[in-house]
């Protein structure tokens, strides 16, 4: 092995060979029931954020765990073909060609995003590779697919036969940049400064006027009402009346509806029912027109005033209340915080708009959806996630599915030329259905199907639906899907509703739903922030300046937010190191917690690195000890031998428990817990007086227990930290005796029993040279110099595993002697150690300086309390409180405790030193 662990120089090599093996693929003959997850499919046009990294680490885990249980394993890929961001994508490199699609025309634009996905669309895969992803990439799909596209035309003929697909006018998500529908998932809706208009409707008999408030005065020309709570007595007499809609020459009702808040604004409520959602619903309630006063483009239409026709929106608001203002019918207008919707592609403010789509009839499927999950035949894990689906799925509404882009699957519906509908897997079957000859001219719908209506497919058509392929039959129903709780609704229970309508049965057994990682401070990561890390810059590691300069394709925003500049300036001034896909996956399991919220920094991944380092060293440590030598079975082990194997098994047993309960964190801290602490600190410095002194019977028994230990643990870590273990165990399982290709095709380690006996004495052993080794620290005595130990009280128990361990005791604790004393004897220039009822006692004579050490600490002590002191100023300085960056605060309010601390300790060292020397 070498000297140092450089992830570099391993990391692609075994992927490499891996992949080159075939060995991520399923054995469709293997016995046993069968584990197979589905990766939600990514977009073509993405890259790899840290979202998907960690949860493409906690699928892998589970994979390869399940792969090393022997049961035929498929961890399934593919991608998505993200209409609305592919389209983009290619449209923006026209432009830069000085053309558009308009100006290529359809098809010869559908042939230019094929080329793109054939040329750019695999980056995403490449980096999934990076991270050690070990997906079945033999039969990766894509949800364009010939085969895939088959199946989503079959699924949509098949629900509009059944009723369940139709075609209406109701509002929907509309992007006035890109002219289409959004889903809810693509629009982002942020706080923005704005005002609030309050207006004066007046009563058509002249009577006076009632006064609504409104963020968007634009949409008065398609009012239809006013409404107020039918129990505000304000307004109960004026129910019935009609009012003269400014502006328009319309009038228009005041209506009662429960809807309406009395305590906001004036209690009245204008009503426009085809441009606002909840006013669309309050029109169906009282039968009110819908009037549409925009174009797709978001300028105003033919149901405008000639005055505003053709104007922008924003720009016939300005006129309009310029008008309303000199009619007397404006009150007044307030500074207003509110929630504006803007398309998370193009930035534009999002209109609810009336317009013909595409729905699915969602009720009848959603039953049987909310049933398989109340029935126990879904769970959610954590199970709380289980309140917000049926949440969504009580209050569920129509799909939309219709889409105005050129990208994606085409709607298979064909018009005549009075507009009737024809649907059917292609023209002539929609032609055969309707019974309609050649004569007869047909044109297709332009729309395409929205993206999520293909990834509610994922889970059979992936693997050959409607063919009834073996890989259907083998592995579906899926076992367990990982997905954020940010997309339940808009993917996971559509999956549950097709899933059980096309196959019969759910597509998944088991929803890990996981946290969403955020930045170190708390915050989303997101391009506009500036605050998004690369994966694979923690990789292979960048350097400073380029990763501040490194720019987000399309916003231009800096790769890095000052915040995240500054802690890396001061934890790597110069940049962040290489550390290795091996750390990045264990602190990705490390955050695996049951939370919402997942903060990510630099700082754990440098533990991380550490630990592999640590496994690393301690490898080559183990290995140099057996080299050389023929290793083979025990017959008889040393305590300190059977105490290892006993942990191993304990932690073990542990491990599979968090990996079946899915809690990642914390397998994760079973197994760095006994790596770092039992095997590397307390196991390989208690074999060394066996393989230094012992005879060769000892020695035998110390490596065999040193390599099977490692060996164990290394096929534990395997599926956490894939690379440095396939590295190591090639040069482990060799002195064993062990054979086979890779450690990925090994057994998932069986627990070994646990030993209570060698458990309690080497816990009395580690007590008795941590009491040791506390004093010797606690009075800066060299860790060379010898020591006298006298023990007193404590029990015959104490004095059979004293007898039984004294001269390990001795060498590990540097102790030139052990000596039992009376329970009276005179302890008072002694250090005293505890362990249970048994005490330690240094003798102090001779050992301790008082003077000079007095003198240190005083000096140490005086250091301390003038940087306590300097931290108090700051914490107590206001201005630098309210001012600083929240995360300098906290750094300042984290070095303040330390200090604290520190200086409680070096006055409790000085007390002691000074009752020394008192007496």
């Known amino acids: 092995m070498d000297k140092s662990y450089a992830p570099a120089n391993i990391e692609r090599r075994w992927y490499e060979h891996w992949e080159e093996c075939g060995w991520f693929a399923p054995d469709l003959n293997a016995q046993g029931d069968p584990f197979c997850i589905m990766l939600p499919p990514p977009n073509v046009t993405g890259s790899l954020h840290m979202g998907h990294a960690f949860q493409d680490t906690i699928m892998d885990i589970l994979t390869r765990q399940q792969r090393m249980l022997g049961v035929p394993t498929l961890w399934q890929p593919g991608t998505d073909h993200a209409g609305i961001a592919t389209q983009m994508v290619v449209e923006r490199q026209l432009a830069n060609e000085g053309t558009s699609r308009h100006d290529l025309g359809r098809e010869a634009f559908t042939e230019a995003v094929w080329d793109w996905k054939e040329r750019s669309g695999g980056r995403i895969e490449q980096q999934m590779r990076r991270l050690g992803s070990s997906v079945d990439w033999e039969n990766s799909r894509f949800t364009m697919d010939e085969g895939l596209s088959e199946a989503v035309t079959q699924v949509f003929v098949s629900l509009h036969e059944d009723g369940l697909i139709y075609r209406g006018k109701r509002l929907v998500n509309w992007d006035p940049v890109l002219h289409t529908a959004l889903s809810d998932l693509e629009v982002l809706s942020e706080e923005e400064q704005g005002s609030l208009w309050h207006l004066r409707y007046p009563f058509?008999?002249?009577?006076?006027?009632?006064?609504?408030?409104?963020?968007?005065?634009?949409?008065?020309?398609?009012?239809?009402?006013?409404?107020?709570?039918?129990?505000?007595?304000?307004?109960?007499?004026?129910?019935?009346?009609?009012?003269?809609?400014?502006?328009?020459?319309?009038?228009?009702?005041?209506?009662?509806?429960?809807?309406?808040?009395?305590?906001?604004?004036?209690?009245?409520?204008?009503?426009?029912?085809?441009?606002?959602?909840?006013?669309?619903?309050?029109?169906?309630?009282?039968g009110l027109e819908k009037i549409n006063v925009l174009n797709p483009d978001a300028t105003l239409n033919e149901q405008a005033p000639e005055a505003y026709r053709g104007l922008d929106r924003f720009e016939a608001r300005k006129r309009m209340v310029a008008d309303l203002d000199a009619a007397g019918l404006l009150e007044r207008i307030d500074k207003h915080t509110l929630m504006v919707p803007r398309g998370d592609r193009s930035g534009a403010v999002i209109e609810p708009y009336l317009t013909d789509q595409w729905y699915v009839k969602i009720e009848p499927l959603a039953q049987p959806a909310i049933e398989a999950v109340e029935s126990g035949r879904i769970r959610f894990v954590p199970e709380n996630w289980n309140k917000t689906y049926f949440d969504w799925m009580h209050r569920i509404e129509d799909w939309c599915i219709s889409r105005q882009l050129w990208w994606g699957h085409r709607i298979p519906a064909w018009y005549d030329h009075e507009g009737k509908v024809y649907v059917g897997l292609n023209e002539d079957d929609a032609r055969q259905r309707a019974g309609l000859d050649a004569s007869v001219t047909l044109r297709q719908d332009d729309d395409?199907?929205?993206?999520?209506?293909?990834?509610?497919?994922?889970?059979?058509?992936?693997?050959?639906?409607?063919?009834?392929?073996?890989?259907?039959?083998?592995?579906?129903?899926?076992?367990?899907?990982?997905?954020?709780?940010?997309?339940?609704?808009?993917?996971?229970?559509?999956?549950?509703?097709?899933?059980?309508?096309?196959?019969?049965?759910?597509?998944?057994?088991?929803?890990?739903?996981?946290?969403?990682?955020?930045?170190?401070?708390?915050?989303?990561?997101?391009?506009?922030?500036?605050?998004?890390?690369?994966?694979?810059?923690?990789?292979?590691?960048?350097?400073?300046?380029?990763?501040?300069?490194?720019?987000?394709?399309?916003?231009?925003?800096?790769?890095?937010?000052?915040?995240?500049?500054?802690?890396?300036?001061?934890?790597?001034?110069?940049?962040?190191?290489?550390?290795?896909?091996?750390?990045?996956?264990?602190?990705?399991?490390?955050?695996?917690?049951?939370?919402?919220?997942?903060?990510?920094?630099?700082?754990?991944?440098?533990?991380?690195?550490?630990?592999?380092?640590?496994?690393?060293?301690?490898?080559?440590?183990?290995l140099m000890q057996c080299e050389g030598h023929a290793i083979s079975a025990p017959t008889e082990l040393a305590l300190t031998d059977r105490w290892i194997l006993s942990r191993l098994g304990a932690m073990q047993r542990d491990l599979d428990t968090h990996l079946a309960t899915r809690r990642l964190d914390l397998a994760a801290q079973s197994l760095w817990e006994f790596t770092w602490n039992e095997y590397c600190d307390w196991y390989l410095e208690l074999s060394k007086p066996a393989l230094q002194q012992g005879d060769a019977a000892q020695q035998n028994a110390t490596r065999h227990t040193l390599l099977t230990v490692l060996e164990s643990l290394l096929r534990a870590l395997h599926p956490f930290i894939p690379f440095i273990t396939e590295e190591i165990w090639q040069r482990v399982a060799p002195p064993l005796g062990k054979s086979g290709e890779s450690i990925m095709l090994q057994a998932w380690p069986e627990a070994a029993p646990s030993d209570p006996e060698a458990d309690a004495h080497a816990g009395w052993l580690k007590e008795v040279l941590q009491g040791v080794r506390r004093i010797r620290s606690e009075l800066n005595l060299a860790p060379s110099k010898q020591l006298e130990v006298w023990l007193q009280g404590g029990s015959e128990q104490d004095r059979e595993r004293l007898e039984r361990s004294e001269a390990l005791l001795a060498r590990l604790g540097r102790v030139a002697q052990f000596s039992w004393v009376h329970e009276q004897a005179d302890a008072s220039q002694c250090a005293v150690a505890l362990v249970g009822d048994l005490k330690l006692l240094i003798p102090l004579a001779g050992l301790v300086d008082v003077?000079?050490?007095?003198?240190?600490?005083?000096?140490?002590?005086?250091?301390?309390?003038?940087?306590?002191?300097?931290?108090?100023?700051?914490?107590?300085?206001?201005?630098?409180?309210?001012?600083?960056?929240?995360?300098?605060?906290?750094?300042?309010?984290?070095?303040?405790?330390?200090?604290?601390?520190?200086?409680?300790?070096?006055?409790?060292?000085?007390?002691?030193i000074a009752s020394l020397a008192s007496e």
């Open 204 to 286: 058509a008999d002249g009577s006076g006027h009632l006064v609504v408030a409104t963020t968007r005065p634009e949409t008065l020309l398609g009012d239809t009402a006013v409404a107020v709570h039918p129990d505000d007595e304000r307004y109960t007499d004026l129910i019935g009346k009609e009012l003269d809609l400014p502006l328009t020459g319309r009038r228009i009702p005041v209506i009662a509806d429960d809807y309406v808040e009395p305590e906001f604004g004036s209690g009245c409520v204008k009503i426009t029912p085809a441009h606002d959602f909840n006013d669309y619903e309050m029109g169906q309630r009282h």
């Open 448 to 622: 395409v199907l929205d993206t999520w209506f293909s990834s509610a497919l994922w889970p059979f058509t992936t693997l050959g639906w409607p063919q009834q392929t073996a890989r259907l039959d083998r592995f579906y129903p899926t076992s367990v899907l990982v997905t954020g709780f940010d997309i339940i609704f808009f993917w996971v229970a559509r999956m549950i509703m097709m899933g059980l309508r096309f196959q019969g049965d759910v597509p998944f057994r088991e929803i890990y739903i996981h946290g969403l990682i955020r930045d170190g401070q708390g915050q989303k990561m997101s391009k506009s922030k500036g605050n998004v890390l690369d994966p694979i810059d923690l990789i292979d590691g960048i350097e400073l300046e380029p990763l501040v300069t490194k720019r987000t394709s399309g916003l231009m925003q800096p790769h890095m937010a000052p915040a995240i500049e500054r802690a890396t300036r001061q934890e790597f001034p110069d940049g962040i190191p290489a550390f290795g896909c091996d750390a990045l996956r264990f602190t990705f399991a490390a955050l695996a917690t049951n939370g919402r919220d997942i903060r990510f920094d630099l700082g754990r991944i440098e533990g991380n690195r550490n630990f592999c380092n640590k496994l690393w060293n301690a490898a080559r440590y183990v």
């Open 851 to 912: 003077a000079a050490e007095t003198a240190r600490l005083r000096k140490q002590l005086q250091k301390e309390q003038q940087e306590l002191a300097k931290s108090k100023g700051k914490l107590g300085n206001a201005r630098f409180v309210e001012n600083a960056p929240a995360e300098v605060v906290d750094q300042e309010r984290e070095r303040l405790a330390s200090s604290e601390a520190t200086v409680a300790e070096l006055e409790a060292q000085l007390q002691r």
